[in-house]
C-alpha cells in the first residue's frame, strides 16, 4: 500500500453511496455519497493503524502520511445567540423540553450527557443557591449501544457502563440503552448553574417526588433529572430542540 493507493481509495469513496443512517426509516437510500468529513476520519483511522505497524517493524513507512486527501472547506456552525435561545424558551410550553434548552445552554451539555444526568450530581439545596454554589457534575452519558460491542468490551474488562436499562418494547433487538463513563477524563466536569436553572431543577425534582408517590410501584426510579412520567429515560431522537 502506497500513498498514491491510498489517494485513489480516498477519491473513489467521492463516489461511493453513503450508508443511510440507521434512524433512516427502512434505511432508506439518501442519495449522497461519502463526505470529506468523513474520508478524513476513515483517513485517521488507517493512519493510527499504519503507525503501530511501522513501530512493530511490519511496514518500513506509514503510506497514510503522505497520501493527500480531498479538499475540504469547514463550515461554521450556526450557534444561537441570547436573544434566539430566550425567544425558543418564551416559545416552548413543554415545562421539561424547556428545563431541556437551559440546561444545554447554562451548561454546555451534549445531549447524551443532558440525558444521562442524574440527581446524585445535582446540587441545588437551598445554601447551595443562596451562596451561588449550585452545580452539576458531568461525568457519565445516555447512548443507545450494539450489543455485540458491549459484550466485547465487557470480555476484555474495557466496559464504561454504569448501568444498562431494560428494554420496553420489542425483544431481540442488537442494541441496548446504557448509562456509561465519558470517553475522555477531560470531559467529567463541574458546572455552576444560574440561579433560574437551580430553580427550575428545584420544581423539576419536586414534580417528579409527587409523581412518585403517585405512581408508587409503577414508577420506575432511575434517579434521572430528565425522564419520562413513569422514570424512563428519554433517548436523543426524543428530545428535538
Known amino acids: 500500500i502506497t500513498p498514491r493507493v491510498l489517494e485513489m481509495f480516498y477519491q473513489g469513496l467521492l463516489k461511493t453511496p453513503a450508508v443511510p443512517l440507521m434512524t433512516d426509516k427502512k434505511y432508506r437510500q ?66 421539561r423540553l424547556k428545563l431541556c434548552l437551559n440546561l444545554a445552554f447554562s451548561c454546555s451539555l451534549r445531549i447524551g450527557e443532558l440525558l444521562g444526568l442524574t440527581w446524585d450530581c445535582v446540587d441545588i439545596s437551598e445554601d447551595a443557591i443562596r451562596a451561588g454554589t449550585a452545580h452539576v457534575r458531568i461525568n457519565k452519558e445516555l447512548k443507545r449501544c450494539q450489543k455485540d460491542s458491549l ?40 458546572v455552576f448553574l444560574p440561579k433560574t436553572v437551580s430553580m427550575a431543577l428545584a420544581e423539576e425534582k419536586d414534580r417528579q417526588q409527587r409523581t412518585k408517590e403517585m405512581l408508587d410501584s409503577d414508577y420506575q426510579d432511575f434517579g434521572l433529572v430528565i425522564a419520562h412520567e413513569d422514570g424512563r429515560p428519554y433517548e436523543e431522537r426524543q428530545i428535538a430542540f
Open 30 to 95: 439518501t442519495g449522497k455519497f461519502v463526505q470529506p468529513p468523513t474520508i478524513r476520519k476513515i483517513h485517521n483511522l488507517l493512519h493510527s493503524a499504519f503507525n503501530q505497524a511501522e513501530k512493530w517493524e511490519l511496514i518500513e513507512k506509514n503510506p497514510a502520511k503522505f497520501a493527500a486527501l480531498p479538499k475540504y472547506e469547514m463550515q461554521e456552525r450556526d450557534i444561537w445567540d441570547s436573544q434566539t435561545l430566550f425567544h425558543a424558551i418564551d416559545c416552548c410550553e413543554d415545562e
Open 151 to 190: 459484550a466485547a468490551l465487557e470480555r476484555r474488562d474495557r466496559s464504561t457502563v454504569l448501568l444498562t436499562f431494560p428494554a420496553w418494547k420489542q425483544s431481540g433487538s442488537s442494541t441496548s440503552l446504557v448509562l456509561k463513563a465519558p470517553k475522555t477524563e477531560s470531559s467529567v466536569r463541574k
